[in-house]
């Protein structure tokens, strides 16, 4: 057991692997990092599937069938990712059933559909039923068209895992939602207390972004703002979440059985080599959050990760001003913010088109 991950375990950070194989669950190596790693819980998307793939054998006598069987590539698809997926749940099942809110293993609706409400809530229910385990969740993007998908969704007593936050605004309009499905869950009889969601607040994209502009302006102020905006963005972001979850509206809902929808750090691997490899785990350490993380950060954090404590809480005002900074110097925060939602629909489609390619790619050499 790595002391260091489970400092943070016991700080209140649930860590989550964000990466998931065939191989990963068959030789127990998922299983060995929940019992090694304080691992528990897992986020897919399309590109780590199409590297797992893409990369394992494991997945070739399944893929044979489905082609003997004359399935098209897009049933494929969702056939080899459910799988992987339902058996996940399997093994974070223990973790699910001794935890209030975690053992969950995340899985994306089609990503083409970010645009698309009825298609998206089409894509959420097939996906519930097909992995049909009570830890799953639905990933449903935060794009204007996923929101009432989400209400949808969550009103139906599916639980969701939304997707690609990277504003305050937009953070809002999420909780919102969430509540909106929970209310109507409970006019339709639902179990509140089986319903989970979590909002996914990406993280090391807005440092990426907002360090390129900053390097553009190339001041000294500007430059010595290189690498806070993404942590003081979430800062701002959690305040949101503290003042929802002190409201008359939360408190109803929860007084019905309802769990809140934790706020889960997203992209929390480093970009730039020239930071520390643990500042996005270390820097945004605070009870009742989520932190999904690639491996190799994982291992970083086990190494030489540090828990300072609850270093959020209270701490919103501190990162409006660190983004108020970045407009003294020349950086249009809210500009940066739209290119990197739209950059990101643009990644989620981008992935699946890579994942669709890489099955067919599969399914021709199984036919072969």
């Known amino acids: 057991m790595s002391d260091r991950l489970q400092a943070l375990a016991d700080a209140g950070v649930s860590i989550w692997l964000d ?28 590109t780590i599937f199409a590297s797992a793939i893409a990369n394992g054998e494991r997945y070739d ?23 992987d997926v339902r058996n996940a749940c399997d093994v974070l099942a223990p973790v699910a059933e001794r935890t209030a809110h975690d053992g969950r293993v995340s899985i994306e609706v089609e990503p083409d559909l970010a645009n698309d409400t009825e298609g998206t809530i089409a894509s959420a229910r097939q996906l519930w039923a097909a992995v049909d385990r009570p830890n799953a969740m639905i990933k ?9 998908a989400i209400t949808t969704a969550i009103s139906e007593g599916i639980s969701v895992n939304v997707t690609l936050i990277f504003s305050e605004e937009r953070y809002r309009t999420v909780m919102d939602a969430y509540l909106t499905g929970l209310e109507q869950a409970r006019e339709a009889g639902h179990d509140l207390s089986r319903i989970r969601s979590v909002a996914s607040f990406f993280v090391s994209r807005v440092d990426t972004e907002v360090d390129k502009r900053l390097e553009a302006v190339g001041t000294e102020i500007a430059l010595a703002l290189r690498g806070k905006a993404a942590v003081a963005n979430a800062l701002v972001a959690y ?6 979850v002190a409201s008359d509206r939360w408190r109803a809902l929860a007084d019905a ?7 889960l750090w997203a992209s929390t691997g480093v970009k730039n080599p020239d930071y520390e490899d643990t500042m996005y785990v270390t820097g945004l350490v605070v009870p009742e959050t989520v932190n999904t993380m690639p491996e ?10 540090e828990v300072l404590g609850d270093v959020v809480t209270g701490k919103g005002g501190e ?5 108020e900074r970045l407009t003294e110097v020349g950086v249009d925060f809210d500009d940066v913010l739209l290119a990197l939602e739209q950059e990101g ?10 994942l669709v390619e890489t099955v067919q790619g599969q399914m021709e050499k199984a036919g072969a």
């Open 19 to 46: 990466d998931l194989s065939r191989e990963r669950i068959e030789t127990g190596n998922l299983a060995d990092l929940v019992a090694s790693r304080s691992v528990v819980g897992v986020t897919t998307n399309p």
């Open 61 to 83: 006598e399944q893929v044979r069938k489905l082609v003997a069987d004359g399935r098209p590539v897009e049933e494929v698809v969702f056939e080899l990712t459910t799988e």
């Open 140 to 148: 449903i993007p935060a794009t204007l068209e996923g929101l009432p």
């Open 239 to 244: 305040d949101a979440f503290a003042e929802v």
């Open 257 to 263: 059985g309802a769990n809140m929808q934790r706020p």
């Open 296 to 305: 190799k950060t994982l291992e970083a954090f086990a190494d030489h990760g």
């Open 319 to 323: 990162g409006r001003a660190l983004l």
């Open 345 to 354: 629909v643009e990644k989620f489609k981008k992935s699946w088109t890579e």
